[in-house]
């Protein structure tokens, strides 16, 4: 073969090769949670026991946010709370610890880490979780998120907390 033709068949495959791009990345793991997903259900059991199928109330409502840059938001809200009688600063302080008694906030950044999701608290409405790492065991089927905490100590006894979320379609047309 002359040196023309080698030429030739080289740059022709140089330039198929540029004209397909770089190879794609596998997308990250983190990537799999982006989005926002609705809580459905909060379970806590005790020794692989379900001791409450409602431990945040009959229908707790909340949002867990996983956003790119590996940022995260979680808001949950207790099934059942009940509207104070004035605005929060004039409310009673029954009234306002019932509130805080009620709802669970935080934000900060996340990770995974096989089938962990680590939540780092930035921020949070109980201020003694700030700077805390939250772990996560998770599990996705298809739509539906899967969360289970590790042992968290409540009234005396490590029990452990099963949340359900299901994810939230975007909106088209933004």
């Given at each position: 073969?002359?040196?023309f033709v080698v030429t030739m068949m080289v740059g022709g495959v140089l330039a198929a090769g540029l004209a397909a791009g770089p190879a794609a990345a596998a997308p990250a793991p983190e990537d799999a949670f982006l989005g926002t997903w609705k809580l459905r259900s909060v379970s806590s059991w005790i020794d692989g026991r379900e001791v409450?199928?409602?431990?945040?109330?009959a229908r707790p409502t909340g949002f867990i946010h996983y956003l790119p840059g590996r940022?995260?938001?979680?808001?949950?809200?207790?099934?059942?709370?009940?509207p104070?009688?004035?605005?929060?600063?004039?409310?009673?302080?029954?009234?306002?610890a019932e509130a805080y008694a009620s709802f669970v906030s935080y934000a900060g950044t996340y990770r995974v880490e096989g089938d962990r999701v680590i939540?780092?608290?930035?921020?949070s409405a109980y201020q003694n979780d700030v700077?805390?790492?939250?772990?996560?065991?998770?599990?996705?089927e298809g739509d539906t998120?899967?969360?289970?905490s590790v042992p968290l100590m409540r009234d005396g006894k490590p029990q452990v907390?099963?949340?359900?979320w299901d994810r939230v379609p975007e909106r088209e047309g933004r």
């Amino acid at each position: 073969m002359d040196g023309f033709v080698v030429t030739m068949m080289v740059g022709g495959v140089l330039a198929a090769g540029l004209a397909a791009g770089p190879a794609a990345a596998a997308p990250a793991p983190e990537d799999a949670f982006l989005g926002t997903w609705k809580l459905r259900s909060v379970s806590s059991w005790i020794d692989g026991r379900e001791v409450n199928p409602a431990a945040y109330g009959a229908r707790p409502t909340g949002f867990i946010h996983y956003l790119p840059g590996r940022r995260m938001a979680a808001v949950i809200a207790y099934g059942g709370r009940r509207p104070m009688e004035s605005d929060r600063l004039k409310a009673t302080l029954e009234a306002r610890a019932e509130a805080y008694a009620s709802f669970v906030s935080y934000a900060g950044t996340y990770r995974v880490e096989g089938d962990r999701v680590i939540h780092q608290v930035e921020v949070s409405a109980y201020q003694n979780d700030v700077g805390s790492t939250q772990v996560r065991f998770f599990r996705r089927e298809g739509d539906t998120l899967f969360l289970e905490s590790v042992p968290l100590m409540r009234d005396g006894k490590p029990q452990v907390y099963k949340l359900i979320w299901d994810r939230v379609p975007e909106r088209e047309g933004r």
